[in-house]
Structure formats: C-alpha cells, structure tokens
C-alpha cells in the first residue's frame, strides 16, 4: 500500500478574488484497509479510524513551507438513476451520485476541510451483469445539474489562499478513481437489472479537485494593512 497523502496548493493574493486550491490523495496508509465500502445505493469510507491520510497545504509552490496536517478521510455517497451504454471495452454503467466527503483533524476529530455536492456520475466499466475492477466518481460545477461546495474550517490560512469558515466559490470539481474493486465472490461485483450491487463490497480510492475560495471583506482588509506595514518596514 503507498503512503497516502492530500496535497492542497492556494494561490495567495491581496485582491477580494477567489484563491484557487488544488486537492489530491492517493492510496490509504494503512495496509490492512481499503479506502472505499459499499452496498445497494450506498457508498462510504472503508474503515472508520483506520483511513489516514497526511493533509499538505502549500500556497502553489510560492515561498511557504509546506504544512502538514494529520486527517481521517470520511465519506458519504448515494447512487440513484441508472443507464448502461455498450463500449469499445465491454458495459459502461453510469449511475447519478450525490453525498459529502471530510477531512478531518485525527488528535480531535475536529473537521479540517467538507465537501458537499450533487449530480455527479458514477461510472463504472463491466458486463451486462457485474462490475469490473475500476470506477469513477466525479463532479463538477461546470456541468449543468452538477454542484460542489467545499469549507475550509482549520485555522485562518490567508498565505494559503485559507480562510475560516469560508465556502468555496467559482468553478469547483472533485474526481475519485476506484481501483482493485471486489466483492466476496472475487474481483468485480454483480449487478441485479436494475443496476445496483448485489454484494457488498471494497476498493482502494485515490482523489483530486479544485476549490476556489475568496476571502471575507475583513480579511481583505487586514492582507492590504499587512501589506502596507511590510512596505514602510522595507523603506
């Protein structure tokens, strides 16, 4: 099992602008775990307290170090709908998917950064009847139904492009590949007609997305005064 990490990038700025942040993980770091669980309709974090993940915030490869936050990564997912369409590479089932995800602090349980959306896609590769070993879940704000939303609520990060309590605005979108799906009977899951799992079953997850979050007109203020000090200080 590789060792999972989140990488968050902002980019810092005086404006009232959104500041752009970029997530990702890879792999769970505990070894005897999956990332992902589900059953029926249902989709969510494979082990309650044993999903780890180091969280990285850097302000997009700018002059800050690197902070690095220890998390649980929580997940809560509901399929609905259902069509499959006849691909090159055998059955592609698509399914609507809507839920929450979390990152949260592992010495309080405290939530460091939330994420909710709505009418996003799961599609998974396969045959008639039964999963294959791989799927995809994805989001984005540019589609027409689809929504993302995400909170920073760890300490006030303006360097990072982080402000607390602030809700992403702009553009935002979130993707998680599933690999190595399986269920008891082996790699894959079977289906019932209308789509949905008839075992339960587990995955290794990774993620990535983009937030975009713009500071509170007070903050503003304080990043131009901060500003204006560094500047007299200079001369």
Same mark, same amino acid.
């Given at each position: 099992?590789? =060792?999972?990490?989140? @990488? ?14 970029? &997530?990702?993980?890879?792999?769970? =770091?505990?070894? +005897?775990? #999956? ?5 029926? =309709? ?13 969280? /990285? ?7 800050? %170090? ?15 709908? #259902? ?11 698509? #399914? ?7 990152? /949260? ?22 045959? %008639? ?9 994805? &989001? ?19 360097? #990072? ?9 702009? /553009?935002?979108?979130?993707?998680? @590949? ?9 790699? +894959? &899951? ?11 079953? /587990? ?16 903050? &503003? ?10 500047? =007299?200080?200079?001369?």
């Amino acid at each position: 099992m590789s =060792r999972q990490t989140i @990488t968050l990038a902002a980019l810092a700025g005086m404006s009232a602008c959104a500041h752009a942040s970029l &997530v990702s993980f890879a792999s769970d =770091r505990d070894s +005897g775990s #999956y990332t992902f669980t589900g059953s029926g =309709r249902q989709i969510h974090d494979a082990a309650d307290q044993l999903d780890p993940l180091l969280l /990285l915030v850097d302000d997009d490869n700018g002059p800050l %170090q690197t902070l690095v936050f220890e998390t649980e990564f929580d997940a809560d997912f509901l399929i609905s709908g #259902y069509q499959s369409v006849n691909v090159g590479g055998g059955v592609l089932h698509v #399914y609507n998917i809507s839920g929450s995800f979390a990152f /949260l602090d592992r010495n309080t349980g405290a939530p460091l950064m939330t994420a909710s959306f709505t009418e996003g896609s799961l599609t998974v590769l396969g045959t %008639q009847g039964a999963w294959a070993s791989t799927a995809t879940i994805q &989001v984005g704000d540019g589609a027409p139904n689809a929504s993302i939303a995400y909170t920073w609520l760890g300490q006030n990060l303006p360097g #990072y492009g982080l402000f607390t309590g602030q809700e992403s605005v702009g /553009l935002d979108d979130a993707a998680f @590949t599933l690999t190595f799906l399986q269920s008891a009977q082996g790699f +894959g &899951v079977p289906i019932d007609q209308s789509g949905l799992p008839l075992d339960t079953w /587990l995955s290794e997850g990774s993620f990535s997305g983009s937030a975009f979050f713009a500071p509170a007109p007070s903050s &503003v203020a304080l990043l131009a005064l901060g500003g204006l000090v560094a500047n =007299r200080r200079k001369r």
